[in-house]
């Protein structure tokens, strides 16, 4: 059976949602606001699915708020425009990444910076400034401000285009706020969703690029998608062999990690950056620190301006995601596969699989 919510009259639209903490994903309808003048209406053809759907889905880092359709690796056609839209046309080939609002004005001096500003309102499991909850992109339609929609490439497949909006942005920005490029040595730990999209953003960006991974099973992958070298973090042999060696290293993975042999690979004055979340504390020694005046730092996502330098940049060089298109009827299992690290590197969603005459997808 369909659940239904009721809201105030809109635009029917259909998705997927989860009820309860930790209940599977059902088909889910409810209403999306009528367009406003500034509004953009987006036929979403394609989502991918992030871990943090997962988390957020399973309240693993708490503050979960259901009925919650996930979603926020979003790509579609623009269908309809508001009277005051100037950016977007019908056709469109366009994105919705991880915020559709924030506390920014036109202009200011944290727009480069909004996504750390008091006042973002994410795509899901948030709220709007009026308080109306935010509704994701496991669904057919969404109205976005015109200001938080962005323009995807006409080169660039939608279904492979969808993981950047999340994924792609989150590796961009800390390259490029750290310096990667020609002349700097930089390590990726994990080869996953985040960790490929960072092999194909630093070797686009120039720099010399090197896995860091638990085994050696995909460094054929790795070497495919631009990196120079791969190494095992199982062998010991490792943190002795490339010690002082990166000025910049991201760590895309959550499970534990000896993080003072990790930041020992540093040169003197190099950064290691955190972009997955561990369960736990980071436990963390002062020497590995001073000894090389080294950083540890944290990044997320990446604002409206840089997301829209990312898609770009992808566009140039043919950058997108390495996926595994699935219907909705997979989602769950999908979600599993995830937990598990069992998808080469991020699984994306039909939307046209919300037909009832839709063929299923193994």
Known sequence: MT??????????TKGYAAASTGAPLTPFTFTRREPRADDVVIDIKYCGICHSDIHQVRDEWGGSVFPMVPGHEIAGIVSRVGAAVTKFKTGDHVGVGCFVDSGRSDGSATAAIEQYQPGVAFTYNSTEKDGTPTLGGYSDKIVVKEDYVLRIPENLPLDAAAPLLCAGITLYSPLKHWGAGPGKNVAIIGLGGLGH???????????HVTVLSQSLSKQADGKRLGADAYFATSDKATFTKLANT???????????????????????????????IPDAPIPLGAFPLVRGRRSLAGSMIGSIA????????????NIVS??????????NKAFDRVVASDVRYRFVIDIASLRDDAAPRP
């Open 322 to 331: 390495d996926i595994e298109t699935i219907d909705f009827s997979y989602v």
């Open 197 to 207: 999209m960072g092999v194909k953003y630093a070797h686009a960006l120039g720099a």
């Open 246 to 276: 990166f000025d910049l290293i991201i760590n895309t993975v959550s499970a534990p990690l000896d993080w003072s042999a990790y930041l020992g690979l540093l040169k003197i004055d190099g950064t290691m950056v955190v972009v997955g």
């Open 3 to 12: 659940d239904v919510i009721e809201q105030q009259p809109g635009l029917l």
């Open 306 to 317: 840089e997301t829209q330098e990312m898609l770009d940049f992808s566009g140039a060089h």
